[in-house]
Each structure stands twice: as structure tokens, then as C-alpha cells.
């Protein structure tokens, strides 16, 4: 009886694994395509305007290229030495590690279409409120 109903879940795993493996290499893909085109959006004055499209830059672009949380703490360090503003490198640091379009495909598969929309939309507009509470309480206490 175990022995059956071990062989039928690891089918049912494999079978899962099987469907999900071109959304996964496609998230992958997608991933380093994002990473490797980000530096040059950068460099073409992506930020500067004001805070809130700050934010939103930033939150847009954390969102799509979501990575290694690592990288991102890296690259908000050199856009803050860029001049670029903390609410946008906190809004981008923010989403990076919360929001993920690029893998919508297969949470949206394993979870369902609406909790994986409902969960990067609430986790998108989180991390700019985020980033404005942390600005705006540095600079409540003086950093």
C-alpha cells in the first residue's frame, strides 16, 4: 500500500517536473536578459526626475530583474555612488527580492494565475511604500 502510493506520487513529481521545465528555462533565460540589458538603461538617465517616478522606475525595474538578493545590494551601492536617489535604489532593492514578473509564469502555474497577480501587485506597491518609509525616516532621525 505505501509502496503504491509512493510510486504514484513520485509519477505525479516527475510528470510536474517534466510540464514545468520549459517555463523554468524560460524564466532563466529571461532573467540574464534583464540582468545583462539593466546597466544600459542606467547609463541612458533612467532615474532623476522626481522621487515618486523614482520609486517607480526602480520598482519597475527590481520586479523584472529579479535575482540573487546579493546582486542587487551590489548594485544599489553603485547606483547610490551614481547619484542616483535612495528611494529608487530602496524601491529597486525592495522588489528585487519580492516582486518577480520574470517567474509569474511558474508561480502562476504551481499557485494560480490570481494569488501570483494579487501577490506581485500587493508586493510591487509595498516596495515603494517601503522605500518612502525608509527615506523619509532617515531623514526624520537626522541621517
Not at 544600459?40 to 520609486?55: M, P
Not at 522588489?95 to 499557485?111: K, R, Y
Amino acid at each position: 500500500m505505501l509502496r503504491q502510493r509512493l510510486k504514484t506520487s513520485l509519477k505525479k513529481t516527475v510528470r510536474t517536473l517534466v510540464h514545468l521545465l520549459p517555463v523554468i528555462v524560460g524564466m532563466l533565460l529571461l532573467t540574464s536578459l534583464a540582468i545583462t540589458a539593466f546597466p544600459e538603461q542606467i547609463s541612458a538617465g533612467l532615474f532623476g526626475a522626481n522621487d515618486l517616478l523614482d520609486a517607480l522606475i526602480g520598482a519597475s525595474v527590481g520586479s523584472i530583474a529579479a535575482g540573487h538578493p546579493l546582486a542587487s545590494y551590489l548594485l544599489g551601492g553603485e547606483l547610490l555612488k551614481n547619484g542616483v536617489s535612495l528611494v529608487a535604489v530602496t524601491a529597486l532593492i525592495v522588489s528585487w527580492g519580492t516582486v518577480g514578473i520574470v517567474q509569474l509564469p511558474a508561480e502562476a502555474l504551481l499557485l494560480g494565475a490570481r494569488f501570483a497577480v494579487y501577490r506581485n501587485l500587493i508586493c510591487f506597491f509595498s516596495a515603494i511604500a517601503v522605500a518612502f518609509l525608509c527615506v523619509y525616516t532617515l531623514r526624520l532621525v537626522g541621517q
